[in-house]
């Protein structure tokens, strides 16, 4: 289909993003930034 390849970057992103494996690297790394931001704002939170 030509359609297909004029598909807007977003939509060629998220297409993308679906096929990540929660066993990549770059998973992992996220889900550790995420959980060490939520850890500094409980620590901060705790100091008011």
């Known amino acids: 289909m030509a359609l297909r390849e004029h ?7 998220a297409s ?7 066993g990549s690297p770059a998973y992992w790394v996220c889900v550790a930034l995420l959980l060490a931001t939520v ?10």
């Open 39 to 48: 850890a500094l704002a409980a620590r901060i939170a705790s100091l008011w």
């Open 16 to 22: 993308k993003a679906e096929t990540v494996q929660t």
């Open 7 to 13: 598909r807007p970057d977003a939509a060629v992103a």
